[in-house]
């Protein structure tokens, strides 16, 4: 009786390492070489997965450096922004929108009275500033604003209302990051002062 169980024992070792045997010899499928996906030929022929979703085909890509979304790049300091890049941004209006970092500055400095430019028009660009400070000699109005023609004459906008100070008295906005004043395409930078009276200060801005 004791051979018999022995006998049961080893038979059923044997029926085990059978199995194991045969599954070591099932060959796993290769990829599907794919030269064409819905009609669409990639840029080169590559190896793709195809697998079973709900009743549908559907291929994944395997070497996924084909048909994909291009990968942000890095830029040189001082040179033009690439195309495609990874950066900060902002939410703005309930969108993202690129952070502008203003890397110019232009004096303020006049004692004359009416406008006067700071940063002349450049083609189709906008004047972005990032920040201002300006000081009176005496009792003026000082105001920001942007237009075309001389001085800003040719369409002039307000980008604030008209600060009035009175000697040693000045008024400042931002800290050089972000933009506070925004002007129009095409358009010029002028403070207008409303007497002529010493203002002076600076602005920080970027033109692009």
Request: net charge neutral.
């Amino acid at each position: 009786m004791r051979r018999i169980h022995y006998l049961g024992a080893l038979l059923v070792i044997l029926a085990g390492l059978a199995v194991i045997q045969a599954q070591e010899n099932i060959s796993q499928p290769s990829p599907i070489n794919i030269t064409a996906i819905s009609g669409t030929a990639p840029t080169t022929a590559g190896k793709f997965d195809v697998k079973g979703a709900d009743g549908d085909v559907f291929v994944r890509q395997s070497t996924p450096a084909n048909l994909r979304t291009q990968d942000a790049s890095s830029g040189t300091v001082g040179s033009a922004a690439p195309s495609v890049a990874s950066f900060a941004g902002d939410k703005a209006s309930g969108n993202l929108i690129a952070h502008v970092g203003c890397d110019k500055s232009v004096a303020i400095s006049t004692s004359s009275s009416g406008d006067v430019q700071l940063v002349a028009l450049s083609g189709s660009t906008v004047v972005y500033v990032c920040g201002y400070n300006v000081m009176a000699n005496g009792t003026t109005n000082v105001q920001f604003e942007y237009g075309t023609g001389s001085a800003c004459g040719t369409g002039k906008t307000a980008l604030t209302g008209a600060y009035p100070l009175t000697a040693q008295t000045g008024v400042s906005y931002g800290n050089g990051e972000g933009v506070v004043l925004q002007g129009a395409a095409g358009n010029a930078l002028c403070v207008n002062n409303s007497a002529a009276i010493a203002i002076a200060g600076v602005v920080t801005y970027t033109q692009f």
